[in-house]
């Protein structure tokens, strides 16, 4: 196979006419030719961490329309799987992901359970870790959550950082807002990425202590705007992903959006793709071609280097997208869960209460941090209830493994004025999470999802959306084209029932996040992530 285009050298930085020969999957040859195609020919685009089931699909169906935006391989934590079937889930990962052509690079997650202050459907050791980093279909150790137990020296985090020093497999890191003498010690452990900065003058000090910083662009989290000016200095140390994505946006667009505004703010093209094609590539030996002779034929054709309309994506000389259409191919796959708790009743969901004022979690557009503030609470006949008026709603984690009682907390900021949402994906132990305008609804939308065994849904009375994911509880049996579809429906009633929040399903299943500061709820109860302690719901 011959292909003729403007080959883009990253490398030299170089533009030419040229033309690639391709044989057996690999680059044969690129000679200089002069010829009348004017599109673009640029090694694929690579997301450097996502968690493929946040786009609730499972990795053969993610391919399917990655592959249309220009994407050839993902770096990719199956740490929410891992939660809910531990090592067995990570292994599902990679095999289904074997069946299609995009290249996953999957990791061992590090941090299963992220905490001890929640229910996981398994536990992950030391032991474990050691077996996947062993495994050649492992890349690297998976984000290292538990930055307390790296500052603090347990011994069974060390073991974990251990193992992939001695295998030399990367160890990526999370740790947001962590400075100064902290994130020294952090890195000193041998962590070398982070996505999880939200200033500039965070991401600015982890990158001159050299660590690399990856600018994250989900679908709640969206870091772009705070770091992005950050990238002419420190291009060779950054990288771009979404880590969560929702199928609806993805089906948008990918790691070429963020190069098509980087671009646009006027930043070097070189610069912007030494970020998203090559970087990745060098930093976690990414089994990727970079368009260069006897690689791997890993490349996409784009109509020019603003908008990055991909026209065509090429994986080891394979054409899986042209157009608008994919060509990676249906697989069957299987259904693994892990959903045992019983469906619940009204009781479940009353708290009493005669307190002046409780700690609320302050939801925050866009961010996965949230704040602590104290708001004077509704009493109705001696029971806190949701106070649409404030704005201040119940919330209720529903442990999905065992029969225990819900925990219950307020939030503020989903702005909901009648009925309720919920969601069993819900990271990182993927419990139910609910937030709503009255026990009933909250009810009706908790008993939706365990019938179920996992969803997103939005209830209203007798009206009821849902999208069930019986693939973990969180993950669709569906094509991505038909999840995006449900999805879409469950989020515009979701907004129709008065949420302003631009992703109120990506936000809220963050909302059990508690290695994320400040306030947040497990199925255990309120927690504060600055204090690593829970706390109580009235204010002393």
């Given at each position: 196979m011959q292909i003729q285009g403007q080959i883009v050298d990253i490398e030299n930085r170089r533009i030419y006419s040229g033309e690639i020969t391709v044989e057996n999957g690999k680059i044969k040859s690129i000679i200089e030719k002069e010829h009348s195609v004017k599109t673009f020919i640029l090694p694929g685009f690579i997301d450097a961490h996502i968690h493929i089931e946040s786009s609730m699909l499972v990795p053969s169906e993610f391919a399917k329309i990655a592959v249309l935006h220009g994407t050839v391989a993902t770096i990719s934590d199956p740490h929410e799987i891992a939660n809910v079937l531990g090592v067995a889930g990570v292994h599902y990962m990679i095999e289904n992901g074997k069946k299609v052509p995009l290249k996953f690079h999957f990791g061992a997650p590090s941090c299963v359970p992220a905490?001890?202050?929640?229910?996981?459907?398994?536990?992950?050791?030391?032991?474990?870790?050691?077996?996947?980093?062993?495994s050649p279909d492992i890349y690297y150790l998976s984000e290292m959550m538990n930055y307390p137990g790296v500052l603090f020296d347990d011994e069974e985090v060390l073991k974990k950082l251990a193992w992939a020093k001695q295998f030399n497999k990367p160890i990526d890191g999370h740790a947001p807002g962590l400075r100064g003498e902290p994130i020294k010690k952090y890195i000193s452990a041998g962590i070398s990425t982070d996505h999880e900065c939200f200033t500039y003058d965070e991401a600015a000090e982890k990158l001159s202590l050299g660590m690399k910083v990856l600018i994250r662009e989900g679908s709640a989290a969206k870091n772009f705007e705070a770091l992005i000016d950050l990238l002419p200095e420190n291009y060779e140390n950054m990288m771009f992903c979404s880590d969560d994505k929702h199928p609806d946006d993805l089906i948008l667009g990918h790691i070429n959006l963020l190069c098509a505004r980087a671009v646009a703010k006027g930043f070097d093209v070189f610069?912007?793709?030494?970020?998203?094609?090559?970087?990745?590539?060098?930093?976690?030996?990414?089994?990727?071609?970079?368009?260069?002779?006897?690689?791997?034929?890993?490349?996409?054709?784009?109509?020019?280097?603003?908008?990055?309309?991909?026209?065509?994506?090429?994986?080891?000389?394979?054409?899986?997208?042209?157009?608008?259409?994919?060509?990676?191919?249906?697989?069957?796959?299987?259904?693994?869960?892990?959903?045992?708790?019983?469906?619940?009743?009204?009781?479940?969901?009353?708290?009493?209460?005669?307190?002046?004022k409780i700690r609320v979690i302050e939801a925050l557009e866009g961010q996965l941090i949230t704040n602590e503030i104290h708001c004077k609470p509704r009493i109705v006949d001696g029971k806190l209830v949701s106070d649409v008026e404030t704005d201040n709603l119940k919330m209720a984690v529903v442990n999905r493994y065992a029969n225990t009682p819900p925990a219950i907390a307020f939030i503020k900021n989903f702005g909901l004025k009648k009925g309720a949402i919920a969601s069993s994906v819900a990271h990182d132990c993927h419990n139910i999470v609910v937030v709503g305008t009255s026990d009933e609804e909250i009810l009706s939308a908790v008993n939706l999802l365990i019938e179920n065994t996992g969803g997103i849904c939005a209830v209203k009375g007798d009206v009821k959306k849902s999208l069930a994911l019986p693939v973990a509880g969180i993950m669709s049996d569906q094509n991505g084209w038909e999840a995006a579809r449900l999805y879409q429906e469950i989020d515009a009633m979701a907004k129709e029932l008065g949420s302003s929040l631009k992703a109120p399903f990506m936000t809220l299943s963050f909302m059990a996040l508690l290695v994320i500061p400040d306030l947040k709820l497990s199925d255990k109860g309120l927690f504060s992530g600055n204090s690593f302690s829970f706390v109580d719901l009235d204010v002393e």
């Open positions: 905490t001890f202050f929640e229910t996981a459907g398994a536990v992950i050791d030391s032991d474990q870790i050691a077996a996947l980093m062993a610069k912007v793709l030494q970020m998203a094609c090559v970087n990745p590539v060098d930093h976690y030996k990414m089994d990727v071609g970079l368009l260069k002779e006897n690689d791997a034929a890993d490349f996409i054709v784009v109509e020019d280097l603003v908008h990055f309309k991909v026209k065509e994506t090429f994986i080891n000389g394979e054409l899986v997208a042209q157009n608008g259409q994919s060509f990676v191919k249906h697989v069957d796959f299987e259904k693994p869960n892990n959903f045992n708790t019983a469906k619940k009743e009204i009781t479940d969901f009353e708290i009493l209460g005669s307190a002046e």
